[in-house]
T-cell receptor, first 112, second 114 residues
Framework: EDQVTQSPEALRLQEGESSSLNCSYT??????LFWYRQDPGKGPEFLFT???AGEEKEKERLKATLTKKESFLHITAPKPEDSATYLC?????????????FGKGTHLIIQP | DAGVIQSPRHEVTEMGQEVTLRCKPISGHDYLFWYRQTMMRGLELLIY????????DSGMPEDRFSAKMPNASFSTLKIQPSEPRDSAVYFC????????????FGPGTRLTVT
């Protein structure tokens, strides 16, 4: 069974204070790792897909990286508008299904 | 495109009543997914469709839950009878293809069963 564990559960930072969120996973065959952002009362919003170890993707202040066991979402000089819950999900070829397995998320608060 | 559309946005019902949640996927997307989100369990896949055909319903919690997709632009998730433990936010998502393609989520339906 696929497992996705995100840490920390919650993180409070000052504006401009860089940090990283972790997503560790256990799958039989990773076909894709996804990062989503979720604001209160809204659906998850797609950020990145990573397919293989060593891959990196960037968008504004966010950079996602992938190893064989985990992914990191690095947030550089965050602003209050970056406050949200960040979700990690995996697609595993071994399960035979096309749905994603999600972690429980990291609730990020950026204080001005 | 307007994105994935869900209705209603909020639903409050009494235990034992039938509840129907509705979803309109993004035009041209061949896959449609139904998820449920709770504080305890996070986001869980309930069922998904490919070209209007249900492919995997192993996540549906019990026989009280059923889902249909009569055409490419409409899907329903029905709970009958509803129970308080069904209270959650239900999301519909669609994607161009399965698996490694990104899924686009709707705004969700917050269901409260009293």
């Amino acid at each position: 069974e696929d497992q996705v564990t995100q840490s920390p559960e919650a993180l409070r930072l000052q504006e401009g204070e860089s940090s990283s969120l972790n997503c560790s996973y256990t799958v039989s065959g990773l076909r894709g790792l996804f990062w989503y952002r979720q604001d209160p009362g809204k659906g998850p919003e797609f950020l990145f897909t990573l397919y293989s170890a060593g891959e990196e993707k960037e968008k504004e202040r966010l950079k996602a990286t992938l190893t064989k066991k985990e992914s990191f979402l690095h947030i550089t000089a965050p602003k209050p508008e970056d406050s949200a819950t960040y979700l990690c999900a995996v697609f595993d070829s071994g399960g035979g299904a096309d749905g994603l397995t999600f972690g429980k998320g990291t609730h990020l608060i950026i204080q001005p | 495109d307007a994105g994935v559309i869900q209705s209603p946005r909020h639903e409050v019902t009494e235990m034992g009543q039938e509840v129907t949640l509705r979803c309109k996927p993004i035009s041209g997307h061949d896959y449609l997914f139904w998820y449920r989100q709770t504080m305890m369990r996070g986001l869980e896949l309930l069922i998904y469709f490919n070209n209007n055909v249900p492919i995997d319903d192993s996540g549906m919690p019990e026989d009280r839950f059923s889902a249909k997709m009569p055409n490419a632009s409409f899907s329903t998730l029905k709970i009958q009878p509803s129970e308080p433990r069904d209270s959650a936010v239900y999301f519909c998502a669609s994607s161009l293809a399965g698996g490694s393609y990104e899924q686009y989520f709707g705004p969700g339906t917050r269901l409260t069963v009293t």
